[in-house]
């Protein structure tokens, strides 16, 4: 089924929600209806059971290149917006979303990932890049710092040093150095890249998707926690996954020795 959106598209595909940025001219980059086209999808995704894992994709040659800079400063000379409004509405609930949903999320990166487009793919559970993609904290090249929970995630993925120099120097990280580096997945051919991406979101979207969700609440809660609270958040919410129906058939299925036939809850 597919609804209608300006900037975006978005449709649901074998229980995959599949939001592709649609800016191309652009490389699709945000302007702020964009952002809460993107927001509003994120929330249907969220809300619809039958979703299960959701795709972030762009369209063209490009998966995003962050904030469209001729909005943020209008070549025009009318009055920029406040820019820390723009994060405030426009990233801050993406990358918020994303992180809270507890269902996988994918960035299938098909291209150049810029600004905040590298951050809104990085704050997804899986980064999924074509061999061409690459990656940039492109803030400093124009005198600002990164948003869009790049300045949490980046350190966290890559180290403190690695992520220091991408985010002062603002280089182009390439698919296959993003992967080298455990910033990144999966890198595929890119003749190949859309067919292995389906093919695994689909998969993904198979899984025992409520257990997934719950993983993620997990190591969300990770990031702050010592060992001792992480146990304890371990063993409560283990008791939420064994409370699923697809933990009972999940064993049932082992135990009569076939593959199981989960259903998200
Ligand atoms: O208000 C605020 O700013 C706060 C929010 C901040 C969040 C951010 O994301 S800040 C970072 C913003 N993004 C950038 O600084 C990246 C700007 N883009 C680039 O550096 C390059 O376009 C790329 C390295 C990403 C790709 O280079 P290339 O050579 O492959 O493509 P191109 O020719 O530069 O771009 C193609 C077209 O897209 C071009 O338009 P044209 O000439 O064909 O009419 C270009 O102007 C346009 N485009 C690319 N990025 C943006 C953009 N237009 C508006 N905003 C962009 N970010």
Known sequence: ???N???IKYKIDQNVGILILYRPDVLNSFNRPMAKETQ???EKCRDDENVRAILITGEGRGFSAGQDLAEAIPPDGSPAPEISDIVRESYSPIVKLIRTIEKPVVAGVNGVAAGAGANIALACDFVIASENASFIQAFCKIGLIPDSGGTFYLPRLVGLPRATAMMMLGEKVS????LQIGMIYKVYPEDSFQDELMKFVRHLAKQATKA???T???LNQSFENDLETQLKVEEQLQKEAGQSQDYHEGVKAFLEKRKPNFHGK
Do not use: N, Q, S
């Open 1 to 3: 089924m597919a609804m």
């Open 5 to 7: 959106y300006e900037y």
């Open 40 to 42: 509003d999808v994120l």
């Open 175 to 178: 698919a296959p150095d993003a």
């Open 212 to 214: 997934l969700g719950i």
């Open 216 to 218: 993620k609440r997990a």
